[in-house]
Each structure stands twice: as structure tokens, then as C-alpha cells.
């Protein structure tokens, strides 16, 4: 009879947390796709890497998982604040969190780049990154 109530305990315990992950956004995501995701950012780009895929794609806004081989990371920060174009034009939509999240939002992104890089190539994946990261974040 013990057995039972503790199958049954444990049973309980486990579709309640079940219930409450399905409502919350994982703990096992990173500081930065959280940030990604509250502040709308998932709404128009997905991001593959990162299994971020949109149901409707769109055709006009980029997936982000490899911006980082192509934008510097003090770059990004300035374009989706709006402080820089690129193509002419301005980043649609200007983040609202504050300087740390961005930081925080912007080395994720750059970061699975570097993942990318890594599973591609074991060349491709030198210092690009973290020398831009050093050299231009601070002006
Ligand atoms: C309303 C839709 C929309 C939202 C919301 C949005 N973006 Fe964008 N974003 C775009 C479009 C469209 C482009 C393409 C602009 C271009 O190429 O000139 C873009 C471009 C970018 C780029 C450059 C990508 C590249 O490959 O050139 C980055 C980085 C980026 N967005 C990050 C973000 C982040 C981070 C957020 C959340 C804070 C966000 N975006 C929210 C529409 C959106």
C-alpha cells in the first residue's frame, strides 16, 4: 500500500511540473534566447540554431542563426537599437530592454555562430568574434 501512495505521489508531482514547464519558458534556455523571445524578436526571425522556427516563415526578415559570421557584435547592438542602418534603412523595430540584456541578447546570438563554426569547420572558428568583441564594444 505504501508503494502505491508514493507511485501516486510521485506521479502527481511529476504532471505538475509537467503542467507548470508547459506554461513557463524553460529554465534550460539561455539568458539571451529569453530575451530574444520577450522581447518579440521570434515574432518576424527565426533562428534554426537555436530551434526558434516561425510557423508562417518570412520571407523578407533573416533567420539570425548565423548573423554572427556576418555582422560585428557592437554592429548589431547599434542596428536593432537604431542607431545604424544597414541597407539604407533602419532596423524595423528598436529594442526597448536595457544596455545588459542587450549584451546579453547580442553574445547569444554571435555565440551560436560560433557554434556553427565549430560544427562546420574547425578553422572558420578563430578569434573574428571575440576580437571584435574586445576592440569595438566600448565606443
Ligand atoms: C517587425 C519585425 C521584426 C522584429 C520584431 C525584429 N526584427 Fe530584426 N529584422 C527585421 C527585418 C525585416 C530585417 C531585415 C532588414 C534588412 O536586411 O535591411 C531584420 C534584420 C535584423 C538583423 C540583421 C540580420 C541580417 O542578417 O542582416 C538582426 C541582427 C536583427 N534583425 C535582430 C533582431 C532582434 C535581436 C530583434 C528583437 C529585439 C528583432 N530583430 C526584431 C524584422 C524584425
Redesign the pocket.
Known sequence: MKKVTAYLLAMSVLIVLYGFQANQINDDVPAGEKI?IE???A???SVEAAGIILKKKKK???D?SD?GS??EPAF?MK??TKQET??D?K???G?KGSDEDLKT?VDWLVGLSKQNAMDSSATKCDSTVTKSDSTKINN
Open positions: 530574444f522581447n518579440k524578436c515574432t518576424c526571425h523578407t526578415v533573416p539570425l548573423v556576418k555582422l548589431i542596428f536593432i544597414l541597407n534603412a532596423h524595423m523595430y529594442f541578447l
